[in-house]
Antibody
Framework: EVQLVESGGGLVQPGGSLRLSCAAS????????MSWVRQAPGKGLEWVANIKQDGSEKYYVDSVKGRFTISRDNAKNSLYLQMNSLRAEDTAVYYC??????????WGQGTLVTVSS | DIVMTQSPDSLAVSLGERATINCKSS????????????LAWYQQKPGQPPKLLIY???TRESGVPDRFSGSGSGTDFTLTISSLQAEDVAVYYC???????????FGQGTKLEIK
């Protein structure tokens, strides 16, 4: 059974940093692109970033470029999102999701990041 | 960047009636080399992550009831629920995964309720 479990969310002050993790199981993690998608409270979905199987290609939505870094460790079946210079507008539930040719077929339950003083 | 726009923002339909949600992309998501539309639909219920319903614009994901169907090509797409059930109350999103490099984007969502 495919499972994606996010962790690392919490309350952080504006300008602070946080590192999210996503533990994957039930599939060959190293064979898939992976994404982070976020959802602000009461709002819609926003794709944030994704990363190629070997980590050689990474793409970001404009609003997080230069502040967020996506990475992965295939030996640990883990996906990461390093978030720096956090802003109030980054407050959201962050989901990790598996990328396939058909879209995003598996999603985690999400981890909440709150940026507030 | 490809912008996805859904209509309406919210919709109330009686049980057993048809529900129709539209999605328009700012540029074509039809890939000419394989004639596939890189367009997916997701269902999200409160407190849950999104669930993939339909991909390639019209192919149902395994296990999705056949009352859900997708249609359209190029820039205009439709999600139809043929006979609304109580468990279909949710927010529905379209997503394009056509962009190169692989920068996906979602529509703003359509909230579906029972009338």
């Amino acid at each position: 059974e495919v499972q994606l479990v996010e962790s690392g969310g919490g309350l952080v002050q504006p300008g602070g940093s946080l590192r999210l993790s996503c533990a994957a199981s039930g599939f060959t993690f190293s064979s898939y692109w992976m994404s982070w998608v976020r959802q602000a409270p009461g709002k819609g979905l926003e794709w944030v970033a994704n990363i190629k199987q070997d980590g050689s290609e990474k793409y970001y939505v404009d609003s997080v470029k230069g502040r967020f870094t996506i990475s992965r460790d295939n030996a640990k079946n883990s996906l990461y999102l390093q978030m720096n210079s956090l802003r109030a507008e980054d407050t959201a539930v962050y989901y990790c999701a598996r990328d396939v040719d058909q879209g995003n077929d598996y999603w985690g339950q999400g981890t909440l990041v709150t940026v507030s003083s | 960047d490809i912008v996805m726009t859904q209509s309406p923002d919210s919709l109330a339909v009686s049980l057993g009636e048809r529900a129709t949600i539209n999605c328009k992309s700012s540029q074509s998501v039809l890939y000419s080399s394989n004639n596939k539309n890189y367009l997916a639909w997701y269902q999200q219920k409160p407190g849950q992550p999104p669930k993939l319903l339909i991909y390639w614009a019209s192919t149902r994901e395994s296990g999705v009831p056949d009352r859900f169907s997708g249609s359209g090509s190029g820039t205009d797409f439709t999600l139809t629920i043929s006979s609304l059930q109580a468990e279909d109350v949710a927010v529905y999103y379209c997503q394009q995964y056509y962009s190169t490099p692989y920068m996906y984007s979602f529509g703003q969502g359509t909230k579906l309720e029972i009338k």
